[in-house]
């Protein structure tokens, strides 16, 4: 899936390609994770 991530104060949000906010996380390491792991619930 395409997504956007994006630095905000601190924090980074995650988008989806149609621009709707999926979730934050701290770290974009994080944000990565939790990207991969929201893929692999949502194909499950």
Do not use: K, N, P, Q
Not at 13 to 18: G, L, P, T
Not at 21 to 41: C, I, N, Y
């Amino acid at each position: 899936m395409y997504c956007t991530i994006i630095s905000v104060r601190g924090h980074y949000e995650v988008f989806a390609a149609d621009g709707h906010f999926l979730f934050s996380a701290d770290t974009r390491a994080e944000a990565m994770e939790e990207l991969a792991d929201w893929e692999e619930e949502r194909i499950a």
